[in-house]
């Protein structure tokens, strides 16, 4: 069964800091996809940035970027120069026409 | 912009009540999903549809049956609705494999 393993619960940056979340998977696939949501407090989910698994190279998308690594089943979130807008829940997911998603990481953003 | 609406923010239903929570989605995207997002629980799919009048089971699907009679709506129906069914509710939709679009949740109270 594909899993998806966010070990923080919580984190805490300072604004124009670096953060970095986690994120594990399980997947016996070997063409899938993965995926950082964030979902504002009592806002819509909106995707962060995504990352082919047969792509070698991370994505990134201004201020985030990954670190996706394949053997490990490791993708990881950085957020440079943390805003206050970041304050949200970040969600990793794994998966192609069905997606499967961790548990979430609380992301605060101190001024 | 994709946009996928929910019928309801927020909804009380008294338990054995029977439930509709409908969701519209306006980009002609094939795949539509029901999910249910419990804390620390993250998001778990209850259903999912690839084409009208088409549903797949997904992890949760006991309690709850989908509709989809026209590719822009797909319905989660809660036969008899129970408290432990008292969640955040979250529609999306989707063009294949790509990334899922969001609605903004309908907040279920069952007393």
């Known amino acids: 069964a594909q899993t998806v393993t966010q070990s923080q619960p919580e984190m805490s940056v300072q604004e124009a800091e670096t953060v970095t979340l986690s994120c594990t998977y399980d997947?016996?696939?070997?063409?899938?996809?993965l995926f950082w949501y964030k979902q504002p407090p009592s806002r819509q989910m909106i995707l962060v940035i995504r990352q082919e698994a047969y792509k070698q190279q991370n994505a990134t998308e201004n201020r985030f970027s990954v670190n996706f690594q394949k053997a490990a089943k490791s993708f990881s979130l950085k957020i440079s120069d943390s805003q206050l807008g970041d304050a949200a829940m970040y969600f990793c997911a794994q998966g192609g026409n069905k997606l499967v998603f961790g548990a979430g990481t609380i992301l605060r953003v101190k001024s | 912009d994709v946009k996928v609406t929910q019928s309801s923010r927020y909804l009380v239903k008294r338990t054995g009540e029977k439930v509709f929570l409908e969701c519209v989605q306006d980009m002609d995207h094939e795949n539509m999903f029901w999910y249910r997002q419990d804390p620390g629980l993250g998001l778990r799919l209850i259903y999912f549809?690839?084409?009208?009048?088409?549903?797949e089971k997904g992890d949760i699907p006991e309690g709850y049956s989908v509709s989809r009679e026209k590719k822009e709506r797909f319905s989660l129906i809660l036969e008899s609705a129970s408290t432990n069914q008292t969640s955040m509710y979250l529609c999306?939709?989707?063009?294949?494999?790509?990334?899922?679009?969001f609605g903004p949740g309908t907040r279920l109270t069952v007393t």
């Open positions: 549809s690839y084409d009208v009048k088409m549903k």
């Open positions: 997947t016996s696939e070997s063409d899938y996809y």
């Open positions: 999306a939709s989707s063009f294949y494999i790509y990334e899922q679009y």
